[in-house]
């Protein structure tokens, strides 16, 4: 060695000047000795600028003993007449750490990962990826993706791999589309991918969440399913009710008719009109049941909406006392989203804020703010509040939050089946600002349109 600098000799842990004149074998692990030779007759009768041992992993010898893993660049230099080869050395330490952590954490994490090239090659796949499609670790390195699709797809995919090759996004992949993969048994389940661009040392490469939904979708179908007969049972019922309460409400006319007057004292009259109002109680619970039944379907007539003049419009359709005071405090921007579901479930909890104020002059705050893909909505008052265990209870059909509170029990009910439907949930809270009841709707910026599957 003729030449060595400060940063070779700290990286193997030497004095600075110490491995001048030392053979260049000082440096080399025990095992790679005996190849030296060779590999310096190599360059010398080819001199050139070029990677040592290119696609082998290089080591260098540690003054202590142990081994440091570099990357070695080798170039002809004159110096005194006499050709000498530079080599440039980097310690790959820190980047082999690096890379361990990443193959822990990815071989850890519970969903299906996979790193694919540019070529569509498997690169990478971690346990649980494996185990959802039936394969054993690494076989799917090497192959090419398209192996983990069903045979009809595998054409289409080749060009849709490589735009997205073309214009890389982190985004989910067939975004409003049923996607299907393909088990090593020959066996499809639907999957649900999402994407990212990775910059790796060896070029850029794709990586895939895989994660499959098997069980969401059998889920999902069981809803609709009970959704559908829900909503055929209550059409059917609130026809073979509805006849009878008719019929009852027709013969109590006929009787009060047929009777004389001397007949008709004060009891019989409140008796009769406590038949009526109680036949008029039944019909409007039928009509509460179909409200119920038609609040689990999506609209599917999108429209932007800004925020701020849905809660004026919503303040302007509901009757608010002379004595109570709202607050609006909307920060959001305009989304695109069904309008009428949103808006009704808004001027449900604006009325059952007054409803259920327990007072005869309050303050009803609303409030927006945009969290992650969520829009949240609360409305809170300053009233009488939910009673403690209720929490649930009060959005359960004919459920109420105590015996004395108006009502059939269907309101809320009824508004937390139409934000589920589209993809929202709502939820009650103790930490509201006025200390009465609040309600929060986190409701989806973005409503995903159903499409058919082909």
């Not at 025990?30 to 082998?56: I, L, N």
């Not at 080798?74 to 080869?85: S, T, Y």
């Not at 609709?224 to 609130?238: D, G, H, P, R, W």
Request: negative net charge; proline residues 5%.
């Amino acid at each position: 060695m003729l030449y060595t600098n400060v940063t070779l000799a700290r990286m193997l842990g030497y004095e600075p000047v110490s491995l001048i004149g030392q053979p260049l074998e000082q440096l080399l692990p025990e095992a790679a000795r005996s190849h030296h030779d060779g590999w310096m007759a190599e360059f010398f009768a080819d001199p050139r600028q070029r990677r040592m041992g290119a696609g082998r992993e290089l080591f260098a010898q540690h003054r202590e003993g142990h081994a440091v893993p570099v990357e070695i660049a080798l170039a002809p230099m004159q110096l005194d007449g006499q050709l000498c080869a530079a080599a440039y050395i980097s310690d790959l330490s820190l980047r082999r750490q690096m890379q361990r952590q990443f193959e822990q954490v990815f071989a850890a994490m519970p969903q299906g990962l996979l790193i694919v090239d540019e070529q569509g090659r498997i690169k990478l796949s971690n346990p649980a990826l494996d185990a959802q499609f039936g394969y054993a670790a690494g076989d799917l390195l090497g192959q090419p993706l398209e192996v983990l699709l069903p045979q009809r797809y595998r054409a289409g995919h080749v060009h849709h791999r490589d735009g997205y090759a073309r214009q890389p996004t982190q985004r989910w992949m067939g975004a409003g589309r049923d996607l299907t993969a393909l088990h090593k048994s020959g066996q499809e389940f639907p999957v649900e991918i999402a994407l990212a661009m990775l910059d790796m040392h060896d070029g850029r490469q794709a990586l895939a969440m895989v994660s499959d939904i098997s069980l969401r979708k059998k889920a999902e179908a069981a809803l609709q399913q009970t959704n559908a007969q829900l909503e055929e049972f209550t059409y059917v019922a609130s026809h073979d009710l509805r006849s009878p309460l008719r019929g009852i409400g027709d013969l109590l006319s006929w009787i009060r008719e047929d009777l004389p007057e001397s007949a008709l004292t004060p009891a019989v009259q409140q008796n009769f009109e406590r038949a009526t109002t109680r036949i008029e109680r039944a019909e409007r619970m039928i009509d509460d049941l179909l409200d119920y039944a038609r609040a689990g379907q999506r609209d599917q007539r999108f429209e932007a909406v800004d925020p701020k003049l849905l809660v004026e419009e919503v303040l302007s359709l509901v009757h608010i006392p002379p004595d109570f005071h709202v607050e609006v405090d909307v920060q959001g921007q305009p989304f695109t989203t069904p309008r009428v579901p949103l808006s009704l479930s808004l001027r449900n909890l604006v009325s059952n804020a007054v409803k259920h104020h327990g007072g005869t002059k309050g303050r009803i705050l609303i409030q927006m703010r945009e969290e992650g893909r969520f829009n949240v909505f609360s409305i809170e008052d300053d009233g009488q509040g939910i009673p403690p265990g209720a929490d649930e209870r009060i959005f359960k059909l004919f459920h109420r939050a105590n015996t004395t509170t108006a009502g059939h029990g269907v309101g809320l009910a009824v508004t937390r089946r139409m934000i589920n439907a589209h993809g929202g949930t709502i939820v009650t809270s103790r930490q509201g600002l006025l200390g009465g009841a609040c309600f929060r709707v986190h409701w989806p910026r973005i409503v995903m349109k159903e499409v058919d599957d082909d």
